[in-house]
């Protein structure tokens, strides 16, 4: 019997947008793993990486940036990582991300894995100039098109190797095919699409005879290029690829063997399951040698009854007996096989069978059934798509009911594995995020879209994120009641500093049926954006969003009065005044929102922008026509949002005088020759209904003539008048001028002085 060596682990998730340039992009790392109680130099191969500001791994590490020596080329490409790996972390895939000050990268699939990685030659593109390589060994490499890429290796008669592809599991686009070839060029085997493994390719070879053996590499579209790269893996490890059962209840002792292509039975083992939470998966990695490499697995751990099918049926309609809820766990051994199972159900239940294999690793295609006990089916569902197999069923009536489970092409055989588990329906919802990734300066935020699809709940979701620590605030942090979605807006506090990468998720929590319900938001449908050809994205990635944290956001505009300052006079009650604004950003032309503080009692103010706002607006001030006169200070506060981030820009002690509805100024257009003449101009302003304005002297300097009485009609604002200056008019330069005004506002008569101007008398030249 080949000895099979099992360890476990959890699965573990660790802590790792408007952006004003272009985020980090990750297209490969190389090696294509790093190895556990390891050190690994691990290049990042992408764009716009310049001041990346570190690497957040999806397993437990200790990363580092290389010192200088190991940096090479272009930096906006690539970047190097020292990444320390503890002995304990497991075989299997993992995910990296790189952020910098302008954001955080998309995720990139690698491997955990025991062997050791040498880089594809650039050369090795014919049988004749294939690359050596001696297991066992991983190649990390990627195929161009139209083209193979060739191994060599030298085997004994009766050595045995197995080989798998890593290309569609780590998001490669390549779909390969593999052929070992002997050294006169005959296939010994090969190996294109496997069950359970979706595209990639896998086998055991035995070989023959002595001698040199070739491995020929290839899209079998022949297709290529750096997005069809590759992990070849080659040593003395089992070739499995899921567990039976597939699934076992959460703190007991499970027996578990080993499915796949392996021609030796492999030794069971018992496996104890540590609790943990409903549907969390347990990584399992499993040697035939200490040095042969690992092959890697999974265990699903979920608080159901475990029931384990007993095998196939000797009797003709014998079924096994189920006691509902439970999870059911059973072999499809030969073609053609049908598994049934029976349990009893009342009119008033309803329950779901929700089939779980391919993305286990299984290769079966579920077809279930339900039939009553007259044998007419009543319920059916297949495996199509990325679906395993869910019947959603509400008993018809009291009763004996069979489960009838096959594959839906008839297959069978010792990987035809299959889980069915059997909940009682309940209410309630599930979250989903359309992105991988998020970003936002400190202290800005981001906005995040999230969905809910429900079940038979109606209610609120009120939304939490965590992983991003203390400070951090929620706007649309509730899906309403009856509604499916919301704009959940974060924003993060100032003390976040900026270069900071983390993994959050965000969790929707209700109150159903008197019982707390929590749910992570699930971002499946992004991770199959980004990988299309990958029906089953890594679950341990599932839900946790990569934020990164930017410089604060630059302002983007700035306001000011227009005038300095507001006026709003009595008896007329009403004024407005002008708000200038600078928008210092090219592309922000969206409307502020402005509001006035600080008003007067029984004052208010209306703003609105003039024509489209992106220059100016106009604040209209209203108050009671007997308001007192009297000085005061308002607050202007403007608010304006550009890609997501907001800034509030504040004028304190804006100067508000309140007043008559007239004002009148006189302004000497210069100084005045003794013996000569000079203009001055006389201004008035009125407020409310315009009136005539009768203007008179209050005060003027000595030797100075001018018009006694000037009367402005109510639709002229100024007028120009003639000073004349005695020839002994006293020579100086602060003489002042005054005048007064009266007008009509209403029924009342309105009287005021101007402020004093200064008139400057001086010498004529060569006095």
Sequence with gaps: MLRTILSMSFTIALAAAPAMADDPALVRVMPGAVRPGTTTALTVHGDHLTGATGLWTSFPAHVTRAPD?????????????????????????????????????????MLVDDLASVAEASDNHQRGTAQSISP????????????????RLEARAGERLSLEV???????LLDP???????????????????????????????????????????????????????????DFPIVTAVYPLGAKRGSTCELALVGLSPDPLEVRLVEVPPCSPG????????????????????????????????????????????????????????????????????????????????????????????????????????????????????????RYRLLVEDLLRRGGPTMVYRIEVERYQPGFELFVEVENVDAPSGGAFVLPVKCARRDYGGPIELTVVGAG???????????????????????????????????????????????????????????????????????????????????????FDIAVAEGAAYLPRLVGAASFPIEVKRLHGEFSDPLNITVEG?????????????????????????????????????????????????????????????????????????????????????????????PVTITWREGPVGIAAPIRIVLPADQNEATIELTAAADAPVGPDHKLQVAATTQVGEQEVEVVSPAAVLAIEQPPGE
Aim: proline fraction near 8%; hydrophobic fraction near 40%; charge should be negative.
């Design 69 to 109: 020596d190991l940096q090479q080329g272009n930096p906006e490409k690539q970047l190097t990582y020292l990444v320390d790996v503890p002995a304990e972390v497991p075989p299997g895939v993992a995910a990296v991300r790189i952020g910098n000050l302008d954001g955080i990268s998309n995720l990139g699939l």
């Design 136 to 151: 066992p060994v991983a190649v990390d490499g990627w195929c161009d098109a139209e083209q193979s890429d060739w191994f």
């Design 166 to 172: 890593m290309a569609g599991r780590i998001g490669s």
């Design 177 to 235: 095919v593999v052929r070992v070839l002997d050294a006169a060029g005959n296939e010994v085997t090969y190996s294109d699409d496997e069950p359970g493994l979706g595209c990639d390719s896998r086998l055991v070879v035995d070989f023959p005879a002595d001698g040199d053996y070739f491995i020929e590499l290839r899209d079998v579209r022949f297709q290529g290029g750096e997005t069809h790269g590759y992990r070849l893996r080659l040593g």
């Design 280 to 399: 969390d998966l347990l990584l399992l990695s499993a040697h035939t040698s200490a040095e042969g490499g690992a092959a890697f697995v999974s265990l699903l751990a979920s608080d159901l009854p475990n029931i384990l099918e007993p095998g196939a049926h000797v009797e003709p309609g014998a079924a096994t007996a189920l006691s509902l809820p439970c999870a059911i766990n059973g072999r499809l051994a030969a073609a053609g096989e049908l598994d049934t199972y029976e349990f009893e159900a009342r009119q008033t239940e309803r329950w779901i069978f929700s089939g779980r294999t391919r993305s286990l690793g299984a290769a079966t295609d579920l077809y279930v059934r339900i039939v009553n006990a007259a044998g007419d089916q009543i319920a059916e569902a297949d495996d199509s798509g990325t679906g395993e197999g869910t019947i959603d069923f509400r008993v018809p009536q009291d009763g």
């Design 470 to 556: 203390e400070g951090v605030q929620l706007e649309g942090q509730t899906i309403a009641e009856g509604t499916d979605e919301t704009s959940l807006r974060v924003t993060l506090p100032p003390a976040m500093e900026a270069g900071t990468l983390l993994s959050i998720g965000i969790d929707g929590r209700a109150t159903i049926e008197g019982e707390p319900v929590s749910v992570r938001a699930s971002t499946m449908p992004a991770l199959r954006n980004r990988w299309p050809q990958m029906p089953y994205p890594p679950p341990m990635l599932d839900g946790q969003l990569g934020l990164a944290v930017r410089p604060e956001f630059p302002p983007f």
């Design 599 to 691: 008003l007067p009692e029984g004052v208010t103010a209306e703003v609105k922008p003039v024509d489209d706002g992106k220059a100016q607006y106009t604040v209209s001030l209203s108050g009671p026509p007997e308001i007192a006169a009297a000085e005061h200070q308002l607050r202007v506060v403007a608010l304006g949002s550009f890609q997501n981030q907001r800034q509030t820009v504040t004028l304190d002690a804006v100067p508000l005088s309140v007043g008559p509805p007239l004002r009148v100024t006189i302004e000497a257009a210069g100084p005045i020759m003794a013996g000569g003449k000079q203009q001055a101009t006389l201004r008035a302003q009125r407020f409310g209904e315009p009136s």
